[in-house]
């Protein structure tokens, strides 16, 4: 009932920027916590930064200070700004986003996104 729409990645050079967005539709009623996750070949899916219902943030110590998570509720849109890109962090990016359905009773919804390849390459 939650559907998730990223965009964003592609290739950049090294030291490079880009800009994820996650756009999320169907029948919300609020969004909760978000999350972006990435999957780098051969490697497990690990956690890269989240912010909570509250506008906390935490990020993976290796994207501290590089990466920023941001949301526009208004729009049920998450982002996560990517500067100073390095080659490590070629993966591909999936976000994650939780909240509450608009139905009666209501219910909690957790959705993923289809993923959006980041390269980054000389």
């Known amino acids: 009932q939650v559907q998730l729409v990223e965009s964003g990645g592609g290739l950049v050079q090294p030291g490079g920027s880009l800009r994820l967005s996650c756009a999320a539709s169907g029948n919300i009623f609020v969004i909760t916590a978000v999350g972006w996750h990435r999957q780098a070949p051969g490697k497990q899916r690990e956690l890269v930064a989240t912010m909570s219902s509250g506008g906390s943030t935490s990020y993976a110590d290796s994207v501290k200070g590089r990466f920023t998570i941001s949301r526009d509720n208004a729009k049920n849109t998450v982002y996560l700004q990517m500067i100073s890109l390095k080659p490590e962090d070629t993966a591909v990016y999936y976000c994650?986003?939780?909240?509450?359905?608009?139905?009666?009773?209501?219910?909690?919804?957790?959705?993923w996104g289809q993923g959006t390849q980041v390269t980054v390459s000389s």
């Open positions: 994650n986003v939780a909240g509450i359905l608009r139905t009666a009773p209501q219910h909690p919804f957790d959705s």
